[in-house]
């Protein structure tokens, strides 16, 4: 897949282009609907095929002060697009002249003279253009004008209940991991580096690394613990992970906390990211380090029972 940070660095012009549109957060089953129909159509028409998506989010420039937190950092929705089989990503940074563009201006100009659009393929409800002016009856209009054609892919249903990224992220906020994993088709994933905390872990022999994440609009699901897997060095690590602001020890601030099971070494310093797979229990105050490291050993008994006995599997990912 080749990666472009804006539409004036896209090189693809000697084939025509099949392009979707979208911010693609969480990149999620009904994203992947998309996606897949667009490859498949590309590769059988020896075309490009084109994702042109947005960062920063449009609504944190167009709305100021907004708390929007995302499902995946940029470097994450990256590597999910890689695993599609797509030719072509443009990231156009998103500014509030490039919102200024008129429905038009955007059709003609972007998609037509910069990435040689012969086909669009939008997801259902599909807006865009200044104040959102265009939408599917436009763009048909604008292919019979400028030759080119539209699809348009219903909404993406699991139960009668429509996917978006914002319903993922509330199940998160509420702490429903297995919707939000449904949604997403994958385990959610949380990326950071791996900094010092206190050392009170190892100190009661359950060694911690904490996980620092640099982006801080990236979702951070309910406080709580949950049940994880990573993958260090080749090897794949379950552990339990708490999130939140350790009240029995006067906490002031939210961390994250993991400890991989038979897992014990200098990770300082690493990159890791950690899929989320079940939760076990919400966060607690002890009256004791000693209440909350006999808790710690029990939610890791549970753990292990839930994954020996298969009630925990990591799905493969469907792309």
């Given at each position: 897949?080749?990666?472009?940070?804006?539409?004036?660095?896209?090189?693809?012009?000697?084939?025509?282009?099949?392009?979707?549109?979208?911010?693609?957060?969480?990149?999620?089953?009904?994203?992947?609907?998309?996606?897949?129909?667009?490859?498949?159509?590309?590769?059988?028409?020896?075309?490009?095929?084109?994702?042109?998506?947005?960062?920063?989010?449009?609504?944190?420039?167009?709305?100021?002060?907004?708390?929007?937190?995302?499902?995946?950092?940029?470097?994450?929705?990256?590597?999910?697009?890689?695993?599609?089989?797509?030719?072509?990503?443009?990231?156009?940074?998103?500014?509030?002249?490039?919102?200024?563009?008129?429905?038009?201006?955007?059709?003609?100009?972007i998609l037509i003279k910069r990435?040689?659009?012969?086909?669009?393929?939008?997801?259902?409800?599909?807006?865009?253009?200044?104040?959102?002016?265009?939408?599917?009856?436009?763009?048909?209009?604008?292919?019979?004008?400028?030759?080119?054609?539209?699809?348009?892919?219903?909404?993406?249903?699991?139960?009668?209940i429509s996917v978006s990224s914002?319903?993922?992220?509330?199940?998160?906020?509420?702490?429903?991991?297995?919707?939000?994993?449904?949604?997403?088709?994958?385990?959610?994933?949380?990326?950071?580096?791996?900094?010092?905390?206190?050392?009170?872990?190892?100190?009661?022999?359950?060694?911690?690394?904490?996980?620092?994440?640099?982006?801080?609009?990236?979702?951070?699901?309910?406080?709580?613990?949950?049940?994880?897997?990573?993958?260090?060095?080749?090897?794949?690590?379950?552990?339990?992970?708490?999130?939140?602001?350790?009240?029995?020890?006067?906490?002031?601030?939210?961390?994250?906390?993991?400890?991989?099971?038979?897992?014990?070494?200098?990770?300082?310093?690493?990159?890791?990211?950690?899929?989320?797979?079940?939760?076990?229990?919400?966060?607690?105050?002890?009256?004791?380090?000693?209440?909350?490291?006999?808790?710690?050993?029990?939610?890791?008994?549970?753990?292990?029972?839930?994954?020996?006995?298969?009630?925990?599997?990591?799905?493969?990912?469907?792309?």
């Amino acid at each position: 897949m080749k990666i472009y940070h804006s539409i004036k660095e896209f090189t693809g012009k000697e084939k025509s282009s099949i392009i979707t549109i979208g911010t693609f957060d969480g990149v999620h089953i009904g994203h992947q609907e998309i996606i897949k129909k667009l490859v498949k159509q590309s590769s059988d028409a020896d075309n490009n095929s084109v994702i042109l998506t947005f960062f920063p989010h449009p609504r944190m420039v167009l709305q100021q002060g907004t708390d929007l937190k995302l499902l995946t950092t940029l470097p994450e929705k990256i590597a999910l697009l890689e695993k599609t089989g797509l030719n072509n990503l443009v990231i156009e940074p998103f500014t509030k002249e490039f919102s200024r563009l008129t429905a038009i201006d955007f059709v003609k100009n972007i998609l037509i003279k910069r990435l040689k659009l012969k086909k669009l393929v939008i997801g259902y409800d599909h807006h865009f253009g200044r104040n959102r002016e265009g939408n599917f009856k436009q763009l048909e209009e604008y292919g019979s004008l400028y030759g080119f054609k539209v699809e348009e892919i219903p909404a993406q249903d699991i139960k009668n209940i429509s996917v978006s990224s914002t319903k993922i992220r509330q199940a998160l906020l509420d702490g429903d991991i297995q919707k939000a994993n449904n949604f997403l088709g994958y385990e959610y994933l949380l990326t950071g580096k791996v900094v010092h905390g206190k050392g009170l872990g190892n100190k009661h022999n359950y060694p911690t690394i904490n996980i620092d994440i640099a982006e801080s609009y990236k979702l951070i699901p309910k406080p709580g613990v949950y049940i994880v897997k990573s993958t260090i060095n080749n090897q794949n690590l379950f552990g339990i992970m708490n999130i939140g602001f350790r009240p029995t020890v006067n906490g002031k601030h939210e961390t994250i906390e993991v400890h991989l099971l038979d897992f014990n070494a200098d990770l300082y310093g690493e990159t890791i990211s950690i899929s989320i797979a079940h939760r076990l229990r919400d966060e607690q105050k002890f009256d004791s380090l000693e209440e909350l490291f006999a808790q710690i050993k029990q939610d890791e008994k549970s753990a292990r029972t839930l994954i020996e006995s298969s009630e925990i599997s990591f799905r493969k990912k469907k792309f």
